[in-house]
């Protein structure tokens, strides 16, 4: 798919805010907030924040979708940025920004499916080196 922007994107995953704990969740102590999949044939990830997570309220209070670009710096340019852009898992570049206010999560890897949803599992915490403030840029 592309849009007026002239950026390719396609579908990675659905993103919805709980409140309810859910199994096998992952903690991130950086974003208070653990992250859990749904167990179906389609990417779905659930994400539920503590109080005081320090993310954009529009992270936390709506779903998001995520969306596969070949050129993050290129997609986000002149959007307003929520979190990112940012490197959570190795050869996984994410930016979330804010879309007619409802966050839109934009992803660049080379990494097949298999490979980043096997490192997401083994993985403790996110990797927020280089990320000083959620929201900031």
């Given at each position: 798919?592309?849009?007026?922007?002239?950026?390719?994107?396609?579908?990675?995953?659905?993103?919805?805010?709980?409140?309810?704990?859910?199994?096998?969740?992952?903690?991130s102590e950086k974003f208070k907030m653990y992250t859990s999949d749904n167990p179906g044939k389609f990417r779905i990830q659930f994400h539920r924040f503590e109080e005081d997570s320090p993310?954009?309220?529009?992270?936390?209070?709506?779903?998001?979708?995520?969306?596969?670009?070949?050129?993050?710096?290129?997609?986000?340019?002149?959007?307003?940025?929520?979190?990112?852009?940012?490197?959570?898992?190795?050869?996984?570049?994410?930016?979330?920004?804010?879309?007619?206010?409802?966050?839109?999560?934009?992803?660049?890897?080379?990494?097949?499916?298999?490979?980043?949803?096997?490192?997401?599992?083994?993985?403790?915490?996110?990797?927020?080196?280089?990320?000083?403030?959620?929201?900031?840029?």
């Amino acid at each position: 798919m592309t849009n007026e922007t002239n950026f390719k994107y396609s579908f990675h995953y659905l993103g919805i805010p709980t409140q309810e704990v859910k199994p096998n969740e992952h903690y991130s102590e950086k974003f208070k907030m653990y992250t859990s999949d749904n167990p179906g044939k389609f990417r779905i990830q659930f994400h539920r924040f503590e109080e005081d997570s320090p993310l954009h309220p529009l992270i936390k209070n709506n779903p998001h979708i995520a969306f596969k670009v070949e050129n993050l710096m290129t997609a986000i340019q002149g959007q307003e940025t929520l979190l990112g852009p940012y490197e959570p898992i190795e050869g996984y570049e994410v930016a979330i920004i804010n879309d007619g206010g409802m966050p839109i999560e934009l992803v660049e890897t080379n990494l097949t499916d298999e490979e980043l949803w096997g490192k997401a599992k083994e993985q403790n915490d996110l990797n927020t080196d280089g990320l000083n403030q959620p929201g900031s840029r």
